[in-house]
T-cell receptor, first 117, second 112 residues
Framework: GAVVSQHPSWVICKSGTSVKIECRSL??????MFWYRQFPKQSLMLMAT?????????EQGVEKDKFLINHASLTLSTLTVTSAHPEDSSFYIC?????????????FGDGTRLSIL | EDQVTQSPEALRLQEGESSSLNCSYT??????LFWYRQDPGKGPEFLFT???AGEEKEKERLKATLTKKESFLHITAPKPEDSATYLC?????????????FGTGTRLQVFP
């Protein structure tokens, strides 16, 4: 149980392109999903908290207009990197909690490696 | 300020050589501590949840323990397939959020 699917797993695109990443909870409903960014040999950096049916909460320093988050259903959240540039190249990972109460572990997707040329 | 510190940063073991990884935390009112395993190019895989001091959890060659200040991940007779980065995390202090605070991880390499 608690499977989170992330798609695509790898994207290579030209500078200026917008890229959408999907995060799905396959066997449970997730009112809250999280988006992280991870640089090589570093830990996960939380970018934003995605709440179903409402606006996402962004961490300090994360550009809301650059990283658009939509959480339209209890099983799907999307992250769109708008007008991507080489500095946006990174490993993006989503997660979801079971939502049965606070203090529950998050379950992670397998990540999306984004490479901007 | 909530903080999670992991040590060592990297650990190289011979197959069968048991050892422990440390996760120290400073949070007021611990609401759980989570251990994850992350393989290169993959998302973290959930291993254990610990909620109170003295609690222990086991899974195959791994055992996680918790005190009031730190948690240990004991690896008994490790195999090369145990090689990965091990992360620990705690919920943030604010009770109106499910945010996790992660340590920087321990990169474990087990050689045959």
């Amino acid at each position: 149980g608690a499977v989170v699917s992330q798609h695509p797993s790898w994207v290579i695109c030209k500078s200026g392109t917008s890229v959408k990443i999907e995060c799905r909870s396959l066997d449970f409903q997730a009112t809250t999903m999280f988006w992280y960014r991870q640089f090589p040999k570093q830990s996960l950096m939380l970018m934003a908290t995605s709440n179903e049916g409402s606006k996402a909460t962004y961490e300090q320093g994360v550009e809301k207009d650059k990283f658009l988050i939509n959480h339209a259903s209890l099983t799907l959240s999307t992250l769109t990197v708008t007008s991507a540039h080489p500095e946006d190249s990174s490993f993006y990972i989503c997660s979801a909690g079971l939502g049965t109460g606070r203090n529950q572990p998050q379950h992670f997707g397998d990540g999306t490696r984004l490479s901007i040329l | 300020e909530d903080q999670v510190t992991q040590s060592p940063e990297a650990l190289r073991l011979q197959e069968g050589e048991s050892s422990s990884l440390n996760c120290s935390y400073t949070v007021s009112g611990l609401r759980g501590l989570f251990w994850y395993r992350q393989d290169p190019g993959k998302g973290p895989e959930f291993l254990f949840t610990l909620y109170s001091a003295g609690e222990e959890k086991e899974k195959e060659r791994l055992k996680a323990t918790l005190t009031k200040k730190e948690s240990f991940l004991h690896i008994t007779a490790p195999k090369p397939e145990d090689s990965a980065t091990y992360l620990c995390a705690v919920p943030g202090q604010s009770y109106n959020t499910d945010k996790l605070i992660f340590g920087t991880g321990t990169r474990l390499q087990v050689f045959p």
